[in-house]
């Protein structure tokens, strides 16, 4: 992989949603860049909602997944309203998964209702 980064943080908008991209295999030195960056940003803002690009997701290191885990129940309390938009039946089933430890709205949507994930996530 060479230092490309398969998990970055793109933008946080006025409404407080983070745009966060995901590609590749995610692996433990992904979380360990991005989650300082994003625990900052919740420091900073207390709470935030999440727009969850996935680009071509091909599964996590488990040590990478046990990270996401940890971070997540550590901060439940200040995620809001999460969109993921992919493409895979799998990363569909895995958000109605997700949604079951969080008390946040999580919803996923297909690659073609993006503009749809996007304006829902910010209402």
Excluded: C
Excluded at 42 to 64: D, P
Excluded at 101 to 119: H, I
């Amino acid at each position: 992989m060479g230092g490309v980064t398969m998990l970055r943080i793109d933008d946080l908008n006025e409404n407080r949603v983070l745009t966060v991209t995901v590609s590749e295999r995610l692996t433990k030195e992904d979380y360990e860049r991005l989650l300082p960056e994003l625990e900052e940003l919740l420091q900073k803002h207390g709470h935030l909602k999440f727009f969850i690009k996935i680009e071509s997701l091909s599964g996590f290191e488990m040590e990478a997944l046990w990270k996401d885990i940890k971070f997540d129940f550590k901060h439940k309390n200040q995620y809001g309203k999460t969109a993921i938009v992919g493409d895979k039946k799998w990363e569909e089933w895995g958000t109605k998964i997700s949604k079951i430890f969080f008390d946040s709205e999580m919803k996923f949507f297909y690659k073609d209702q993006s503009d749809e994930a996007w304006n829902w996530v910010n209402a």
